[in-house]
C-alpha cells in the first residue's frame, strides 16, 4: 500500500515516559521534606496552591517574586558527575534575591530540561533543591521536568528557578532607610557561589583531567578545585527572615551576584549615599575570603576593579544598618549562625560603591 505510515512511538523519538515516571516517585519524599502548613495538596496537580490566610493580619502584603538559574556551573557539575548540590545553587540565587526588602520566602518550583532524563540524576538534582528549601523555610510546591532529544546533548542538562515570598509593606526594608553614617556589615560566602563561573571554568577546568580537579591543593588549603568549585551558594534567607522576626533593626540588604560587590552593594544605596568599601591590597580585601576566589583571580590575572566586579571576594550578602545597633544586629545574626564583619561606612556620595584604595 503506498504512503503506509511507520509506527514511531514517543520513545522511539527519544522520550521515555516510563523513566520520568521513576523520576517523580524518585523525588515525592524530597518535596514532601519542604511543606508548610499553607500548602494545599501535593505533587499531581496542574496548578499547585498555597493558602494566604496566615497573613490576613499583614497591614499591606506584597508578594514578592524572583527567578535565576545556575549558568555554567551546571557544566562542571556534569563533568564531574556530581549533581547532588546544584539544586542548593539554584534555590539560594532565587530566595536570596528577595529577601532583601526583608521578604520571607513561601514557596519554589522549579524546571529541569535535560537532554536524556535519568531518574537517579534527576533525584539527585531535586534533592538538592529540596535541601535548599528547607534551608530557606520556603516549600517545594511544583515544578517541570522536560526531556529535549535532539535539542540538548544527552548528557546535559540546565535549570531554572522561581520563588514568591511576602513582606508586610510598612516593615520593608531597603534604599529608601539608608543615610551617611550608617555601618555596613558583610556575612561570608562559601567560596564563588554561582557566579563568574564562564570565567572559572576558562582559567581553573579547561585543559585538566578529572582525576586533576579532584587532586587536593595546597594554594586551596588541602582542598580540591573540584570541592572548592563545586561547593555549594551559602544560603542566607531562612537565618536573616528569622533575625528580621527577632527585631534586627537592618535598613537594607544586598544579595552579592553577578557584578561583584561593585555592582550589587549599590543597589541597597539611595541616590544621594555612597558605600566606602574598606578594600585591602593585593587580592585580598580587609577580611578574609575563601582561598579559591584569589586562586581564580590570579590564574585570570585580573585587576582589583575587574575581581570586585566579577566575584563575591569572601562576602555573599551585605547588610546595612545604623552604627547604634551594629552590636544588636550582629548578636542576632550570631544567633543564626553567621559570623558578620564590617565591610565600611556609608558616606554623602551619588549612589555608588567606592573603595579606600582608589584614592
Not at 240 to 258: K, Q
Request: charge should be negative; charged fraction near 20%; glycine fraction near 12%.
Amino acid at each position: 500500500m503506498a504512503n503506509q505510515t511507520t509506527h514511531v512511538s514517543y520513545a522511539d523519538a527519544g522520550v521515555d515516559t516510563t523513566e520520568g515516571a521513576r523520576a517523580v516517585d524518585a523525588i515525592k519524599a524530597a518535596v514532601a521534606a519542604t511543606s508548610r502548613p499553607e500548602v494545599i495538596g501535593g505533587l499531581g496537580g496542574f496548578g499547585s496552591l498555597f493558602s494566604m490566610k496566615a497573613f490576613k493580619d499583614m497591614e499591606d502584603p506584597v508578594l514578592v517574586s524572583g527567578t535565576d538559574g545556575v549558568g555554567t556551573k551546571l557544566a562542571i557539575a556534569q563533568l564531574l558527575d556530581r549533581h547532588d548540590t546544584v539544586g542548593e545553587d539554584l534555590v539560594a540565587m532565587c530566595v536570596d534575591d528577595v529577601v532583601p526588602v526583608g521578604a520571607e520566602p513561601l514557596f519554589f518550583l522549579d524546571y529541569v530540561a535535560v537532554g536524556k532524563l535519568k531518574a537517579q540524576q534527576v533525584a539527585q538534582i531535586v534533592g538538592g533543591i529540596a535541601e535548599g528549601c528547607r534551608k530557606s523555610g520556603c516549600a517545594l510546591v511544583g515544578g517541570e521536568m522536560a526531556e529535549h532529544p535532539g535539542v540538548m546533548d544527552p548528557r546535559d542538562y540546565d535549570l531554572a528557578g522561581f520563588v514568591v515570598g511576602v513582606v508586610d509593606r510598612p516593615k520593608m526594608i531597603g534604599p529608601h532607610k539608608v543615610k551617611a553614617g550608617d555601618v555596613i556589615l558583610g556575612l561570608p560566602s562559601s567560596g564563588i557561589h554561582s557566579n563568574g563561573y564562564s570565567l572559572v571554568r576558562k582559567v581553573a577546568i579547561e585543559g585538566k583531567s578529572v582525576a586533576e580537579l579532584n587532586e587536593p591543593l595546597e594554594e586551596l588549603g588541602g582542598e580540591s578545585l573540584a570541592d572548592a568549585v563545586l561547593r555549594p551558594t551559602t544560603i542566607y534567607a531562612g537565618g536573616l527572615v528569622r533575625a528580621l522576626a527577632a527585631g534586627a533593626p537592618l535598613h537594607a540588604m544586598a544579595h552579592i551576584t553577578g557584578g561583584g560587590v561593585t555592582e550589587n552593594l549599590n543597589r541597597a544605596l539611595p541616590a544621594d549615599v555612597d558605600a566606602a568599601v574598606a578594600r585591602g591590597g593585593d587580592v585580598g580585601p580587609a577580611w578574609e575570603m575563601p582561598p579559591v576566589i584569589p586562586y581564580v583571580v590570579r590564574a585570570a590575572g585580573l585587576t582589583l576593579d575587574e575581581a570586585y566586579r566579577t566575584f563575591n571576594m569572601g562576602v555573599g550578602m551585605s547588610l546595612i544598618c545604623d552604627p547604634d545597633d551594629v552590636d544588636e544586629v550582629c548578636e542576632k545574626l550570631v544567633a543564626e549562625g553567621f559570623s558578620p564583619f564590617e565591610m565600611g561606612t556609608c558616606t554623602p556620595g551619588s549612589g555608588k560603591v567606592v573603595y579606600n584604595d582608589e584614592h
